[in-house]
């Protein structure tokens, strides 16, 4: 099949979070199993000065634009993926996040920027953008590429698939950009884009495309429900018969604990004892203590409340009396950064925090930590998770989303059945974090159930192949 992704971020071109991850490893895994897919994503200038010099392979005439866009060309260093990059520097030519500005605002223009990425895809589907190249199947992915499904209309001879990777981000906008952007009247209403008198980007990707995906079976099934649902519940619950949960995979290539290029110590599920060489190192580098009683703590996340930061900070100060140091890399809302700092002066030797983002800090702290903390409030997917189990970092996680669909709680059952790789509480509240924790560190003190906890997850299957099969079968269906 000829397969074209939609993307606003791909690493390593861009990345702001797991979406990125996805839109690089699913492509990639696809193109290892035969199909013949591409990427088409926004030429930010960071982008562009990554893999320069590109090809221009292309160019089109959008509508409501003065001048063509663009199409650049360059493959992702792995997998060999052709990616198109739609240049236009008033939209996509400034630097930095992708969505925010310096003072963490979102771009003014978000909705004509992406509306071109949109616009773009279209004239690539309906093979006008000079490539001699069209897709069977135009894969979109979260609110971003909303537009692309109503653009291409119903008279069309590719079918259409749209990610939600995180519901709470929908693109909102207000009745006049919709004007703004000369999108065809009959695309507005209860029926359309309207919502609650507002554009939606992604409420025209739930409902023209063809079918619906999200990263996990749980969450699709959350989404539908008023409390995880952002207020579009009942919609996909009328779309139910086209949505499905395909949880993400993890890119082994990249996340790989015997070939890591950020680590000092290559290890594997035989190997456990240079797992801990890793962990004296950042113990030390950190400041934190280093001993085989000592167990260390990790968690690697956008501080957002989305993803229990709070729960986090209010629950150390009530972990200083066990054996735990806690290594903390994120950024997200300053006042969550402000508080974690604060903790990290006043328990300068129990806690080490990092604000800002550090790809090699990351893969090292997932080398490094016994645990990983993932208390999330909700979690479409989820990787980091996964990462964990991969680098035989037990993982204590909130029971939602795609953390309940890839971690097996460690009960006396699963651990006699030799089925458990981490920890998962169910209470979105730092008490059931602070036990979720102290069971974590009994655990620890047992010595071979814990070891049999870190090879279980390491032996899980989380690469992308199962669940490129997954989307695959989809598309065929």
């Excluded at 909303?146 to 990777?165: C, E, M, Q, S, Y």
């Excluded at 996909?236 to 993890?250: A, C, E, M, T, Y």
Aim: hydrophobic share 40%.
């Amino acid at each position: 099949m000829r397969i074209l992704h939609v993307a606003s971020e791909v690493y390593p071109l861009m990345k702001t979070g797991g979406l990125a991850d996805v839109c690089a490893s699913l492509p990639a895994a696809q193109r290892e199993l035969g199909h013949d897919t591409r990427i088409v994503m926004p030429a930010y200038a960071d982008a562009v000065a990554i893999v320069e010099p590109m090809t221009e392979i292309a160019s089109c005439a959008i509508e409501g634009l003065p001048d063509p866009v663009r199409i650049l060309e360059t493959h992702l260093p792995k997998g060999d993926v052709p990616v198109w990059l739609v240049d236009y520097p008033p939209a996509f030519w400034r630097p930095g996040n992708p969505y925010q500005d310096a003072d963490g605002h979102p771009w003014a223009d978000n909705a004509e920027r992406f509306a071109t990425l949109c616009r773009a895809a279209v004239e690539i589907a309906r093979n006008r953008a000079g490539l001699d190249w069209q897709p069977d199947i135009v894969h979109c992915h979260d609110w971003q590429t909303g537009l692309v499904a109503p653009l291409l209309g119903a008279d069309r001879n590719v079918k259409t698939v749209f990610t939600i990777h995180n519901l709470a981000y929908q693109g909102l906008f207000p009745r006049e950009v919709f004007e703004d952007l000369g999108l065809a009247e009959d695309l507005w209403g209860h029926d359309g884009l309207e919502f609650h008198g507002a554009m939606s980007f992604i409420k025209g990707g739930i409902i023209f495309n063809d079918w619906l995906t999200t990263v996990s079976p749980t969450y699709a099934k959350e989404i539908q429900t008023i409390e995880f649902g952002c207020g579009l519940d009942d919609l996909l619950q009328q779309r139910s018969d086209r949505l499905i949960g395909i949880v993400n995979g993890i890119d082994e290539r990249e996340w790989d604990p015997s070939t890591d290029r950020w680590l000092t110590h290559h290890y594997d599920a035989d190997q456990l004892h240079l797992k801990y060489e890793n962990k004296r190192e950042l113990s030390e580098e950190k400041g934190l203590q280093y001993n085989d009683d000592v167990v260390l703590v990790g968690l690697v996340s956008r501080l957002v409340e989305q993803k229990g930061i709070d729960l986090v900070i209010q629950a150390i100060p009530h972990l200083m009396d066990e054996p735990v140091r806690f290594v903390i890399l994120g950024t997200g809302q300053s006042e969550l950064e402000r508080q974690l700092m604060d903790l990290a002066i006043g328990y300068h030797d129990y806690v080490s925090v990092a604000i800002g983002y550090d790809e090699g800090l990351a893969h090292r702290i997932e080398a490094s930590a016994d645990i990983f903390l993932m208390p999330s409030r909700f979690e479409p997917c989820g990787l980091s998770q996964m990462y964990s189990l991969r680098y035989g970092t037990v993982p204590i996680v909130r029971n939602t989303g795609g953390l309940t669909d890839t971690v097996i709680h460690a009960d006396p059952l699963t651990l006699a059945d030799g089925n458990a790789t981490g920890i998962v509480f169910s209470e979105a509240t730092s008490t059931a974090l602070v036990a979720a924790v102290q069971y974590a560190l009994k655990l620890y003190h047992q010595g071979e159930s814990w070891q049999r906890m870190m090879k279980n997850g390491m032996r899980r299957d989380v690469s992308w192949g199962p669940s490129a099969r997954a989307y695959l079968k989809l598309y065929a269906r």
